[in-house]
């Protein structure tokens, strides 16, 4: 053990020795490395900040929650013309659904609408999202407050003039007063403020709910009636859990074709889109990105690899005459293979850090500048050394077993 603690030394010392005296041409051996253990490591970091958010985005809501609409989430085998004759699902197929469904947890009307400005006396924020929804949305996509609550049942059924307020248009709106009990203009109406939420940060689904609001959907459908363009509904549905979730599909479609009195061969004329198949296919992409950031950056290794390897050989050669003075003293074929690995090994992990170096100094500096954390996390800085250690061993190799196999006499005859 103790060998090996001082053959580790030694290369420490031997590595360190040519990046003083032979600068420019360990770096330029090194940027290779370097570059490549930045492009990977970035990626890396990268796509698994996006899938950090993207998981923390959807972390309120049960991955069984069915969007029941008139569009699909995703691809579709049913022709687009055919798809634009769907008629919109209903608050009275809500209220069924609500009535006879089995296995149902909670189920809400909620109408996707435009966006629209919001005013307070003279302050107004421009192009916020407006939420209309019914009482139950609060148990199917978990909201925080910082202030106040949402409405309840009584509130959503008669359509009050009640509305929830993200914390950028609290702050658009009122800036440091206190927004609980105002009245604010939307729509040409006036709406009393019941609560504040929580700062979010950007969304990387739809909009962020720091510049939405949310208000009965009641009080929408009276003002502008069911069928206006400007509106958008959808069933939101969350089984109970555990449930059979193509079973609890199965007997949606039933009872919904049953009401809408499809016949037998008739399509569905509505989609059911499950926020898992969506989950799905975002981990699918994530998984592609990861694998063609891994393509590319191999390329960088590849030649970070090559740029080791020209380092140890000329090591070698520089060194011939203290090799032979090893083996004439005593030191064995493996010493020598160690001492030059262990050096490869190091030169390419001091490149490997360095390139993780600048991960996360512009990791810090997009965190700064962007509405989004860049997170360098433990597991790719384990990665990234790793690699670094793997590429050194590998460019390492050949260099390592030339030297090891020098004839000592030869070794001391050409330093002289």
């Given at each position: 053990?103790?060998?090996?603690?001082?053959?580790?030394k030694?290369?420490?010392s031997f590595?360190?020795?040519?990046?003083?005296?032979n600068?420019l041409?360990?770096?330029?051996?090194l940027?290779?490395v370097t570059?490549?253990?930045?492009?990977?490591?970035?990626?890396?970091?990268?796509?698994?900040s996006?899938d950090r958010?993207?998981?923390?985005?959807l972390?309120?809501?049960?991955?069984?929650?069915?969007?029941?609409?008139?569009f699909?989430?995703?691809?579709?085998e049913?022709?687009?013309?055919?798809?634009?004759?769907?008629p919109?699902?209903?608050?009275?197929?809500f209220?069924?659904?609500?009535?006879s469904l089995?296995d149902?947890?909670?189920?809400?009307?909620?109408?996707?609408?435009?966006?629209?400005?919001?005013?307070?006396?003279s302050?107004t924020?421009?192009?916020?999202?407006?939420?209309p929804?019914?009482?139950e949305f609060i148990?199917?996509?978990?909201l925080k407050?910082?202030?106040?609550?949402?409405?309840n049942?009584?509130?959503?059924?008669?359509?009050s003039?009640?509305?929830?307020?993200?914390?950028?248009?609290?702050?658009?709106?009122f800036g440091t007063?206190?927004?609980?009990?105002?009245?604010?203009?939307?729509y040409?109406?006036?709406?009393t403020?019941?609560?504040v939420?929580?700062?979010?940060?950007?969304?990387?689904?739809g909009?962020?709910?720091?510049v939405?609001?949310?208000?009965?959907?009641?009080?929408?459908?009276?003002?502008?009636?069911?069928?206006?363009?400007m509106?958008?509904?959808?069933i939101?549905?969350?089984?109970?859990?555990?449930?059979?979730?193509?079973?609890?599909?199965?007997e949606l479609?039933?009872k919904l074709?049953?009401?809408?009195?499809?016949?037998?061969?008739?399509?569905?004329?509505?989609?059911?889109?499950?926020?898992s198949?969506?989950?799905?296919?975002?981990?699918?992409?994530?998984g592609?990105?990861?694998?063609?950031g891994?393509?590319?950056?191999?390329?960088?290794?590849?030649?970070?690899?090559?740029?080791?390897?020209?380092?140890?050989?000329?090591?070698?050669?520089?060194?011939?005459n203290l090799i032979?003075?090893?083996k004439?003293?005593?030191?064995?074929n493996?010493f020598?293979?160690?001492?030059?690995?262990?050096?490869?090994v190091?030169?390419s992990?001091?490149?490997?850090?360095?390139?993780?170096?600048?991960?996360w100094?512009?990791?810090?500096?997009?965190?700064k500048v962007?509405?989004?954390?860049?997170?360098?996390g433990?597991?790719?800085?384990?990665?990234?050394?790793?690699l670094a250690?793997f590429?050194?061993?590998?460019?390492g190799?050949?260099?390592?077993?030339?030297?090891?196999?020098?004839?000592?006499?030869e070794?001391?005859?050409?330093?002289?």
């Amino acid at each position: 053990m103790l060998l090996y603690l001082r053959l580790l030394k030694e290369s420490l010392s031997f590595a360190l020795n040519a990046l003083r005296n032979n600068k420019l041409r360990t770096l330029l051996s090194l940027l290779g490395v370097t570059i490549g253990i930045f492009s990977i490591i970035a990626v890396l970091a990268a796509v698994d900040s996006m899938d950090r958010k993207i998981k923390n985005d959807l972390s309120g809501l049960d991955k069984n929650t069915i969007y029941l609409m008139r569009f699909s989430f995703g691809p579709s085998e049913v022709p687009q013309w055919k798809r634009e004759q769907f008629p919109d699902v209903t608050y009275e197929e809500f209220d069924y659904l609500k009535r006879s469904l089995n296995d149902l947890d909670k189920i809400s009307f909620n109408l996707f609408t435009r966006k629209e400005n919001i005013k307070y006396e003279s302050n107004t924020v421009s192009s916020i999202n407006v939420t209309p929804c019914t009482n139950e949305f609060i148990d199917i996509e978990k909201l925080k407050f910082a202030q106040g609550r949402f409405f309840n049942e009584a509130e959503s059924n008669s359509g009050s003039p009640v509305i929830i307020i993200g914390s950028e248009v609290a702050t658009g709106l009122f800036g440091t007063m206190d927004p609980m009990g105002k009245k604010i203009r939307l729509y040409g109406q006036r709406f009393t403020v019941i609560g504040v939420l929580d700062k979010e940060g950007s969304s990387t689904f739809g909009p962020s709910r720091d510049v939405s609001v949310f208000l009965p959907v009641n009080f929408l459908r009276r003002l502008y009636g069911d069928n206006s363009d400007m509106l958008t509904p959808a069933i939101l549905i969350k089984p109970v859990k555990g449930v059979d979730i193509e079973a609890f599909k199965g007997e949606l479609i039933q009872k919904l074709r049953t009401f809408r009195g499809l016949k037998t061969g008739d399509i569905n004329n509505f989609f059911i889109n499950v926020l898992s198949g969506f989950t799905d296919l975002i981990d699918n992409i994530v998984g592609q990105m990861n694998v063609v950031g891994w393509i590319i950056s191999g390329f960088s290794l590849l030649v970070g690899g090559f740029g080791i390897a020209n380092i140890m050989f000329v090591s070698v050669k520089e060194r011939t005459n203290l090799i032979g003075i090893q083996k004439a003293l005593g030191a064995k074929n493996r010493f020598i293979l160690f001492q030059f690995l262990f050096e490869a090994v190091i030169l390419s992990v001091i490149g490997g850090l360095v390139g993780m170096f600048l991960v996360w100094i512009i990791a810090l500096v997009l965190s700064k500048v962007l509405d989004f954390e860049f997170v360098l996390g433990f597991w790719n800085i384990i990665i990234g050394t790793s690699l670094a250690a793997f590429i050194g061993l590998i460019s390492g190799i050949i260099p390592a077993i030339s030297a090891s196999k020098l004839d000592p006499v030869e070794a001391i005859r050409s330093g002289m």
